[in-house]
């Protein structure tokens, strides 16, 4: 039987292999890197969090109801996402501890699953929570986050600190004036670096159901315009522009897939202009988005921002959910994607481009060895993106470095992302892939197949050089 | 050199992981679940052995004939499945030996297969048999079992009592009259619970070469008329009724692909039409299948019946074959799978119907980290079901674990299934899962993702609780 | 921080499981093949290097220039092919010095990947290398190796002895005479055994650039007209005696798909005539080409040769590399493989036939538990190739074991290829499948799912039997 009150305890050796030989090779790699900062150059926390520095508010806005990660399980049990506060606003005390509660009574459906090990690092870690959540002790770790959050050092920018983030990159319109950005750069009392992402689907996208008021609203703040396409390809220029003038180091798509073709200039005109007349066919506005994605591989050639592909996703796949809650609450599934193919025209382009770097990230597992590492294994430009959402967890980011590193190396994959709007889950994540790649560098050693002196240095590494050189940081 | 006769013996620490530390976890989860009874929601064995409890004839009818997991090897390597007894009707006392010796003779092709793992169970556990097989000890185990099986306590009741069988279900044509099950029922000396499934296949392809027949046949037994689609829906749902006043408490659906469109009554209707004139053509005849199974999933959530559904399989593969022996003889072959896309219509309606369980089983393990753990992970109707058929057997379930796990959790999988018609070997197949959950909990809680009090819960909740649940039992 | 000279030296237990238990079994098993000769019935070697016997030249036009899989992953590090000597014909000394130089101070870049495994293997075990290549060490290693290839016992034929090679096949074009096989074979000094294999593939592919110009040359060499249909398929036949007679025992196939379609002989005829006038359009072609894919399998079936498939590859996927180096420079990238539908027709007519072997290679490792073991374990002419290319690696090859025994077994392998152009690294190649098949074999053991003298037979039947009867050598 369980004890009424299960402890709550994160052991020093969790995630590390069981094998005690390979168990003390990776606790001293991951002793070497575990206090390193932590670089995070692509994620989804809002930049006016840190430039306005405003409290957190009650632990369930915080921990629960923008994480979909979280939420979806639940809701896979049978609880309303509204339950769980989304889509409800701000939350009343009481709405926020009956969330929290039905989260803590669910714990068990969480068995195994890395939000578990996120959600409990958070506690244990950030917050001092020493129970095990429950449906008897979820009014005890609320009162407990809630204490925390009233004290000055769970302020976003003691906890930016306290967490030892270097870079924090943010996902943004290209028509985001980046204010937040700006304020925060202007701002002599801080000292961290919050790069914008520039991330342009829906203008790519003309058959979407906003394209044209987007165009239109592209227009108003590029001050170029976007009636044709000439200016069309100006005014994203002039954006990207403006990104990089607030520090930006990457682009990031996101579409059904990454199929590019290059079409004549007057055939991608001649398309601009059936969608800017909301006459395209979905057919037509797909082939436009394949020529303007290569459009974006040409302008990463030029103003060297680092381009990356987060495709094969069926967004909002439940169509009630997504017209009752919208999008990102936990109904997207992913789908089989093919890049061998799809790429070809981009990287027969701009494979081997001078300085141009194209990170593909995937949630099927299956291209990593047939499609991903190989070309990370030939093209100067490829990086083998990190294990993203469903995929960045434990076992599948062993299954991730066995199907990669042996056509790849370390040295051709993107190093770590956490991809997260879950601001406290950020160190537990880092913490989480270190653990892992100490644990499958302690593997080869082992093995004989590694000396430790290398081991040593690649996880050092995959944590530092590695995400500073993809993202050009 | 092995010796002449080698010994055959079954393990205790059989597949429990052999790192010294975990297995000493494993063997203590593995024990807390080792004796308790068997629930098979899913499988083949004909009610009528148990309503009729005839003895089993010989070793040979009753091991080898029928199961086709043993017959498919045994034919890669060169031996003629009428060597085996198939398609040969009752045997001959030499014949059946023979079949025996045969296999025997073969037990080295079976090294690392599943299929020698239960075959041995079965004859160590059941039959007592303490030599390992082979030409030299053929005659020897076949005399064996052979004597057991004119032993009253090597019958078919005694069996399913002595293996502790507390549900089992069958697979049943929906025009069956169900006369076993209801002999069981009425048995007052019988205390087992059989349970039929509507697997209504036939019904649902109208271009296949018997469906007329098959609507005739369902109006006869429905007293429905089946001449137009509302008659032939009516018809269906009649059939079901049936089934649930036998028991039944499931479907099982087994197509070329699962996809799913929701035609217009009226189009479904003239398709209807269209195939009672023998006049539909094959992609008419999918439309409509697909519209069909959209259909089954409607009548679920009203009737309660669980849906599973076993697709990706190309049936009868080498044509020859089938015309020679007919189908299940070991020639059906997977390929690959697609479920986001093809169920999102379903879903899209039913998937959060009250009460509704669609329960997804894959033979393309691609998709059980892609789609089937993410759309269990979100939608309350679905469920990852236990690897089936080819991936039943001790590495793929390892990496159906690790593959579902971290999206699903435990409690979003089915149970485990055996699907077998190989009686004899439910018990060592359930074993099998029990083993192997717990090796993988026992990393779990060795590499401090879980307490081990969690996973003690677990490992009884996958063989109690979760199949119970999934299965509305 | 790594010592500035670190030693290289091979650890005996290698690539053998990390837990002592397992490892201790592994070693048992693997000693008992270690010294066993190497049988290598698929390669690319040329024959005309132990024909003549020439001394190899410099280290880099050995070891580095013709091995794409080392190039591949220094080219995706920004270094020049050309600068590894590609395209460069006969190196100057200090083109071949700078060129190993390269290679040394990138070596951290093949940390984990298969092709640092053999290159050190090579180094350590033909060369007496003692110190880990690197920028410092470059030219000391580059020196000693040198100083070998000078050395009778580093020609060609001496290393052929050391390296204990029983038989090798190297891969040809229908047309080549075979001169060099031929003068192995008249020569009484000449113990080894070095056979063809045929590989027709740009015969099969209608539209090709070269294919009329190839179909003449096939005319001039086999002295049958290829100017229709009949004449064309005796052309075939005739070469395939002509190889028979210089000892192929198999052919080789690699095409974009493996779909296989039987035409009436009328339609062959007629997509024949069309590419023969230029005539042919790319979707005839593949429709004739799948037709003459079948068409290797009727004359398998009646000449004996073994039929073995490559596909899944997209060659020369980087254009303007594949312009200015040509193909088998890297550039390859696989895609996607179905086999279940696409082999369906020629496995309906013979799959069974007697004597017919099919031996099924993939660089896309889902159809291994998908359709591979599944084929192979029904059908007896279907042998699941060995992990290959990309996928003849360390955890690829553990991962193959796993997908494909527990439904074929291990006597429905190929047993290991090697399919390398490079010839030093052919013992280590077969090594390592030794070891890894040793350490899987070694996990059965101690997972008690099979007897140790049951793995000590199957250790030894990989290496031995299994190759010679598959390839019926």
Redesign the interface.
Known sequence: ???AT?VLQ??P??????????RAIARRLHASVADLPVVSPHGHVPAAWLADDTPFVDPTSLLVTPDHYVN??L????VELSALGVGQGPLEEEQSRAAFRTVCAHW???????VR?WFESQLADIFGVEV?PSAATADAVYDQVAACLVRPEFRPRALHDRFGITVLATTDDPCDDLAAHRRLTDDPSWTGRVVPTFRPDRYLEAAGPTWNADLDRLAAVSGVDTGDYAGFIEALEDRRRHFRAHGAVSTDHSHPDVRTDVLEPAEAARLFTLGRRGEITAEEATALRRHLLAEMARMSVEDGLVMTLHPGI?RN?????FERYGADV???????L?L??AL?PL??RY??AAGFHLVLFT????VF???I????????S?FAGAPWW??D????IR?YR??V????????TSGFIDDTRAFCSIPARHDMSRRLDAGYLA??V??????E??AL??AHDLVVTIPERTFKL
């Open positions: 039987m369980p004890p299960a994160l052991h050796d969790r995630l590390l292999p069981a094998d005690p030989e390979v979806r399980l809701h896979a049990h049978g068990d459906v969480f068995r195994g699953t890395p090990y095990r069926r796949h439940h169509t009630p959910t936990g109904s997207d599934i992913p789908v089989a093919e061998t193919d070809r990287l027969s494979g081997t949630v099927d597992e299956t060895s047939r499609e590492a190989p070309l990370a294994g030939f093209y100067p490829v469903f995929l967890a434990p076992e599948a299954r066995g199907a590193t042996e056509s790849a190396g370390f040295a051709k593997g080869l082992a093995e004989h197949r590694l000396d002196d290398e240095e690649t």
